[in-house]
């Protein structure tokens, strides 16, 4: 099913934290080819997944710089696409995993952004090592392991110069315990990590579950010098928000 079929799907039921197993069964590879969309393609996806907590601008360009990436990577799962979106707050929700077969946010979850990327709203990027910065720009989920954070993640970062050093920056997906509505109440704000997105400890592991193994995942913020550079999204034109650099 093209991307251009889905966007005429029957309404969707918003999920959050539970799937049914047979949706769960129905997030498969499959070698299917996207059409390029439009802007009102788009807006019929975004009406469809019924949650304005995401930001229109950060799904269109996710689904867009997406549709360039599997025709660069035609193994990775095309039902899948997880997009962060660091225009909002860290007291937000702002991690979404979308159905593509369905239109549906099917998981919605707090995020965690690096320390030197700012307090409670991320405003400054960096693919640099030791900078404790979050990285914007698309990555590939990898394999799971047991590290020092317990269950986590691999992620691939796949734009040079601004998010290619995520393994060398050991940049995964992990839980923490600052990530959750506890530590907002007595600190107005998430903890910081040293660039991952770090997630709460409840629901860590079906997340990760989720979407592991060659999934996409899209870290979104309206930063103008990283649209000028992205090679999936440099068509877009500048946003009126900028960030302190990637």
Do not use: W
Not at 64 to 84: Q, R, S, V, W
Not at 143 to 168: P, V
Not at 197 to 205: F, L, N, T, Y
């Amino acid at each position: 099913m093209n991307l251009k079929l889905r966007l005429f799907l029957l309404p969707v039921i918003m999920l959050f934290y539970t799937v049914p197993g047979d949706l769960k069964s129905s997030i498969k590879n499959n070698n299917t080819s996207f059409e390029p969309a439009g802007e009102s393609d788009y807006l019929k996806v975004y009406d469809q997944l019924h949650d304005n907590e995401l930001s229109f601008e950060g799904m269109k360009l996710a689904m867009a710089g997406f549709e360039k990436i599997i025709e660069e990577y035609p193994d990775l799962n095309k039902n899948l696409l997880t997009i962060i979106d660091y225009s909002r707050p860290s007291t937000a929700k702002r991690l979404f995993v979308i159905d593509l077969t369905k239109n549906a946010v099917i998981f919605k979850s707090y995020v965690a952004h690096g320390k030197n990327s700012g307090l409670n709203h991320a405003e400054s990027f960096s693919n640099r090592i030791r900078s404790y910065e979050s990285s914007l720009g698309f990555f590939i989920t990898g394999n799971t392991y047991y590290g020092k954070h317990g269950y986590s993640l691999r992620l691939k970062g796949l734009e040079e110069e601004i998010n290619d050093n995520a393994f060398k920056r050991a940049i995964v997906m992990h839980a923490a315990v600052y990530v959750s509505e506890d530590f907002i109440k007595v600190n107005g704000r998430l903890g910081r990590s040293y660039g991952c997105p770090a997630v709460p400890v409840e629901g860590h592991q079906y997340l990760i579950d989720l979407i592991k193994n060659n999934t996409c995942l899209f870290a979104y913020y309206p930063d103008n010098e990283y649209l000028s550079v992205s090679k999936y999204l440099k068509q877009f034109p500048a946003r009126s928000l900028t960030g302190n650099g990637i």
